[in-house]
């Protein structure tokens, strides 16, 4: 059974600060893309960045392009994500998500794609 853990969330000042750390485990993620998400209340849920398991395929979503970089460490079965410059309104509940890359394709950026989700960890950035 594939279990996501996130941790590393919590409250930072607008500048500040985080990594977050999602351990997979369950089974062999190799050929897996692995994702974060973002759901701020009252809004949908936003592609944050993604990455494969073993290619070092990298993707971004707009609005943390240039202060967020996702990396992996395979023998730790963990998905990070370095979060610099961070501002009040990336404050949302992160989540870690996973799934086979070729089902997910080039829709990468849709939550609706990944069958496999973390818990979740709260974000919150004062101003």
């Known amino acids: 059974q594939v279990q996501l853990v996130e941790s590393g969330g919590g409250l930072v000042q607008a500048g500040g600060s985080l990594r977050l750390s999602c351990v997979a485990s369950?089974?062999?993620?190799?050929?897996?893309?692995m994702a974060w998400f973002r759901q701020a209340p009252g809004k949908e849920r936003e592609f944050v960045a993604a990455?494969?398991?073993?290619?070092?395929?990298?993707d971004y979503g707009d609005s943390v392009k240039g202060r967020f970089t996702i990396s992996r460490d395979n023998a730790k079965n963990t998905v990070y994500l370095q979060m610099n410059s961070l501002k009040p309104e990336d404050t949302a509940v992160y989540s870690c998500?996973?799934?086979?890359?070729?089902?997910?394709?080039?829709?990468?950026?849709?939550?609706?794609?990944?069958?496999?989700w973390g818990q979740g960890t709260q974000v919150t950035v004062s101003s």
């Open positions: 998500a996973s799934e086979r890359d070729l089902s997910v394709g080039g829709s990468y950026y849709l939550p609706g794609k990944y069958g496999y």
């Open positions: 369950g089974r062999t993620f190799s050929g897996y893309i």
């Open positions: 990455i494969t398991w073993t290619g070092g395929w990298i």
